[in-house]
C-alpha cells in the first residue's frame, strides 16, 4: 500500500504547530527577531537610496520588489527545509537515520519534511507586504498571466536552493557534522540577495556573475522572477537556464542523497 504522501505532510505540519504552541516563548523570539531583521533590511536600503537615484536599473521601488522575491523564497527555504537539512547530521550520529530508513514511505521526503519551523512563515507575510508596496509605488500594473508565472519562478528558486541544501547536508554520512558545509551554503547564497546586474565592471564581478548565473546560477533565481514580473529586460534565455538548473538541481541532489546513504553505517552495525 502506497502512503498518501499528502496527509503525511499534513501531519508533519500539525506536530511543528504543536511543538511551537509548546514552546511559545521561543516562537515569540522567533517572530521578534525576524521582524527585527527585516525593518534592519529596509533601513539599510533606504539609507543608500537616500544617496543614490538607483542601483544599476534599479529604482528604490524596484528593489523593493527584488528583495521582497528574495525574502519569499528564503522564508520557504527557511520554514520547510532547513530544520530538516541541519539536523540530518544528528540523524546520523543518534543512529536515528535507521528508523527513518525502516519506514515504508520515501526516505528522502521523510528527512526533507519532518520538522518545520513555522515562525519563519512571518516572513512571507513581511515580503508579501513589501511586495504589494513595492509594485503599488513603481504604478506598474501586470497580468495574471505574469503573476502566475512569477509564483512558478518563486517555486523555481525554492526547488534550486533545497537542492543544493540537500545535496550539502547528504555528505553529513562523509563528515559527521559538517557545520563548515552549512557555512559555505550561507557564503554561497548570500550572492543571490543583490541583482545580478550589479556583478559587472571589474574582472573579479564578471567571474562571479558568470559562475552564479551558468554554472551555480543563483543570481537567477531571484532576479528572474523579479524582473519578470516589473516588465524589466531579460538577457536571452535566462528565462529558461533558472527552471532548467532548478530541475538538473534536484535530479542531481536525489542521486547525490542516495549515494550517500549507500554508504551509510546503521548503529547497529
Known sequence: MRPNYWRVWVTFFRNSLV??????????????TRAFWFVAQLTLFEIIYRNVSSIQDWSREEYFTFMATGMLINAIVETFFMPNCANFS?????????????????????VSFEKMDLAMLNQVLLAGALLTYSLASVGHS???????????????????????MIALASTSIWFGRNQGLYDFWFY???FARYPQSIYGGSPAGDVLRFAFSYIVPILLVVTVPARQLLDKALEPGLLLI????????????????????????????
Do not use: C, H
Request: hydrophobic share 55%; glycine share 4%; net charge positive.
Open 242 to 269: 533558472a527552471p532548467v538548473a532548478a530541475i538538473t538541481g534536484l535530479m542531481l541532489s536525489r542521486a547525490v542523497f542516495f549515494w550517500s546513504l549507500r554508504s551509510y553505517r546503521s548503529a547497529s552495525s
Open 142 to 164: 501586470f497580468s495574471a498571466v505574469q503573476a502566475v508565472v512569477y509564483v512558478m519562478y518563486l517555486a523555481v528558486g525554492v526547488a534550486f536552493f533545497y537542492s543544493l
Open 188 to 190: 554561497i547564497t548570500i
Open 19 to 32: 511543538r511551537e504552541m509548546t514552546f511559545r516563548s521561543n516562537f515569540i523570539i522567533t517572530l521578534l
Open 90 to 110: 544528528e540523524l546520523i550520529r543518534t543512529g536515528n537515520l535507521d528508523f527513518a530508513l525502516l519506514k515504508p514511505i520515501d526516505t528522502q521526503f521523510l
